[in-house]
């Protein structure tokens, strides 16, 4: 059965600690990884498109990763705008995406 | 671009009754998605269109649930009737295929039946 899942939970660090976040999935065919930011009371927001093992791509502070069998979210000397749930999601055949539970992190000044 | 527009935002209502939820997605994307969010269970694909047809509605839960694309630039996704369990929040998201995949999403609509 296709699974992705995010760790931990809940992240808290203090402002300008780095960190990670993991995706680790079982699919069948994955066509695509992808990392979203959901803020309270939104929808997610697009971030990154990862495809085969040994990308890497980056925004701002985040930097995006990708092996055979997971994903890390690398978040270097992390602000308190930068609080907010990710999610990280996988595109399956046709286009059917499956997003993990996500990773609340919560970013203290 | 204004982007995915839902609407209403909020939506409360008693059970039994039937609930249309309204999504207007970006224009000259040709995919638009239906998805539920709950604490339990994440988000999870209800239906997806591509240029307005149907493509896989194996996410909807029962009958009770059907979703409609009228046009490029509408569509609804209905409760007939609610129960509480539907309570949640439903997004819709539009993609335009050649731009990494990434799906833009509404603010979504939060719905309680009670």
């Known amino acids: 059965e296709d699974q992705v899942t995010q760790s931990p939970e809940a992240l808290r660090l203090q402002e300008g600690e780095s960190s990670s976040l993991n995706c680790s999935y079982t699919?069948?065919?994955?066509?695509?990884l992808f990392w979203y930011r959901q803020d309270p009371g939104k929808g997610p927001e697009f971030l990154f498109t990862?495809?085969?093992a040994g990308e890497e791509k980056e925004k701002e502070r985040l930097k995006a990763t990708l092996t055979k069998k997971e994903s890390f979210l690398h978040i270097t000397a992390p602000k308190p705008e930068d609080s907010a749930t990710y999610l990280c999601?996988?595109?399956?055949?046709?286009?059917?995406?499956?997003f993990g539970a996500g990773t609340r992190l919560t970013v203290k000044p | 671009d204004a982007g995915v527009i839902q609407s209403p935002r909020h939506e409360v209502t008693e059970m039994g009754q039937e609930v249309t939820l309204r999504c207007k997605p970006i224009?000259?994307?040709?995919?638009l998605f239906w998805y539920r969010q709950t604490m339990m269970r994440g988000l999870e694909l209800l239906i997806y269109?591509?240029?307005?047809?149907?493509?896989?509605d194996s996410g909807m839960p029962e009958d009770r649930f059907s979703a409609k694309m009228p046009n490029a630039s509408f569509s609804t996704l209905k409760i007939q009737p609610s129960e509480p369990r539907d309570s949640a929040v439903y997004f819709c998201?539009?993609?335009?295929?050649?731009?990494?995949?990434?799906?833009?999403f509404g603010s979504g609509t939060r719905l309680t039946v009670v």
């Open positions: 699919v069948s065919g994955l066509r695509g």
């Open positions: 224009s000259g994307h040709d995919y």
């Open positions: 269109f591509n240029n307005n047809v149907p493509i896989d």
């Open positions: 999601a996988v595109l399956l055949r046709g286009n059917d995406m499956r």
């Open positions: 990862l495809y085969s």
């Open positions: 998201a539009s993609q335009h295929r050649g731009t990494d995949y990434g799906y833009t």
